[in-house]
């Protein structure tokens, strides 16, 4: 498993949006299968809830293998399957996933906290 902390940038009025970044620019996780090959693995992602001065539902986090919010699944506390590996594979399989927060009204200025999970296990 792998995680690491994701700090959001401040938004200016009239933003629409601002990258997360991981400290730098982006964070990767390597994920490698084994002693067993030949095996197809999923890879599984979850997050818990943002907290600060109030807190936030992961609900309002969504991901994609893409720079769009069109089409992104919804971020939860329970592993979810972004996507599946199959071998056998003739290079490393490099992927990369992005996430979008929408805040809701109402939540209090402040720094707001979260952690991402990531993990593969083998496909039935």
Do not use: C, H, M
Not at 85 to 99: A, E, F, H, S
């Amino acid at each position: 498993y792998g995680n690491d902390g994701i700090q959001f940038g401040s938004l200016e009025p009239g933003q629409n949006d601002q990258p997360a970044d991981w400290g730098g620019s982006e964070g990767t996780v390597t994920i490698t299968v084994g002693s067993e090959t030949n095996v197809d693995v999923n890879v599984q992602l979850k997050g818990t809830n943002f907290t600060g001065p109030t807190s936030i539902s992961i609900g309002n986090v969504k991901y994609d293998d893409d720079d769009n919010v069109s089409g992104a699944d919804i971020l939860t506390t329970g592993y979810v399957t972004w996507y599946t590996v199959t071998q056998p594979l003739t290079q490393d399989d490099v992927r990369q996933v992005y996430y979008w927060i929408s805040i809701p009204g109402g939540k209090a200025a402040g720094a707001y906290t979260s952690t991402f999970y990531y993990r593969a296990i083998k496909s039935p």
